[in-house]
C-alpha cells in the first residue's frame, strides 16, 4: 500500500502570497521571477505539494524559457489561503506569452500588484461600465421628456441623450461583430491611473490589436503593449 503524500510547506508567509498573486493574475510566472522572492526549495515543496507545475518550454530557436503555473489545486489554494478569486488559466499556445505577462505583474510595486486585472475582471469591469451608460441613458430619456423642465433644457438633455445612446448601440455592434476584446491584465501606474497592458507575438493580427485599444476606450483607459 503506498505511503500518503506528505505535505511539505507547513506554513505560508508574505513572500508565498506574492507568488501565489503573480501566478493566479498573470498564468505563468518564469523561474527566475519565482526564486528572486521565494527560494528553489521551497518552489520545489509547492511543486511537491502539487500547487505548482513546471511549464517549461523550447522555442523553435532552441531558447528556453522556464516558469511555474498553478495547477487545479493551486488555483483553489489561491482563493481559499490568500482569497484570490479570479485566477488567469495559462494559454496553452503561447506559454512565453502568459510568462511575458507574469513578468509585468512581478515589476509592479507589492501594494499595486492586488489592484492589478485579470481579462476576466476587466470584462466584468466592462460590462459594468456599459450598465452604467445604459443607467445613464434612462435618465436623460426621462430629462429630455420632463415637461417641468424649459424648453431649452429639454433640448440640450435630449441632444445628450441621442449622443450617449448613438455610442451606446454603437459599442453593441462592435461587441457583437468580436471588434472588442479584453487585454491580458490591467494594473495602477505610479500616477494612479489604471492602464490596460497586452503581450504581443507575432501571431497578431492588426484586427485583434485594433479590438484590444477599442475595449481600452470604452473603459476609458490608455492600453500598453509589449512585443515578445
Excluded at 503506498?2 to 493574475?25: C, M, Q, T, Y
Aim: with cysteine.
Amino acid at each position: 500500500m503506498a505511503k500518503p503524500r506528505v505535505s511539505k510547506i507547513k506554513k505560508v508567509n508574505n513572500r508565498d502570497r506574492l507568488i501565489f498573486e503573480a501566478l493566479a493574475k498573470g498564468g505563468v510566472v518564469s523561474k527566475e521571477d519565482v526564486y528572486s522572492v521565494i527560494s528553489k526549495t521551497r518552489a520545489s515543496h509547492w511543486e511537491h505539494d502539487r500547487y505548482f507545475k513546471d511549464v517549461s518550454y523550447n522555442t523553435n530557436g532552441n531558447k528556453r524559457y522556464e516558469g511555474f503555473a498553478l495547477t487545479n489545486e493551486g488555483r483553489k489554494y489561491a482563493e481559499k489561503q490568500f482569497g484570490i478569486s479570479s485566477c488567469t488559466r495559462i494559454k496553452s499556445s503561447s506559454v512565453v506569452h502568459d510568462m511575458a505577462v507574469g513578468s509585468k505583474i512581478m515589476s509592479l510595486e507589492e501594494d499595486k500588484r492586488g489592484l492589478s486585472r485579470t481579462e476576466e475582471q476587466l470584462w466584468d469591469k466592462f460590462y459594468e461600465e456599459m450598465r452604467h451608460r445604459k443607467e445613464q441613458i434612462d435618465e436623460l430619456d426621462e430629462k429630455r421628456l420632463d415637461q417641468s423642465l424649459s424648453l431649452q433644457e429639454r433640448e440640450q438633455y435630449g441632444k445628450e441623450w441621442l449622443e450617449a445612446d448613438k455610442e451606446y448601440s454603437r459599442i453593441e455592434e462592435m461587441l457583437k461583430n468580436g471588434e472588442l476584446s479584453a487585454p491580458d491584465i490591467s494594473y495602477v501606474n505610479e500616477a494612479g491611473e489604471e492602464v490596460c497592458y497586452e503581450v504581443l507575438t507575432a501571431n497578431y493580427g492588426q484586427e485583434e490589436i485594433n479590438a484590444k485599444i477599442e475595449f481600452a476606450k470604452v473603459l476609458n483607459m490608455e492600453i500598453e503593449f509589449e512585443q515578445v
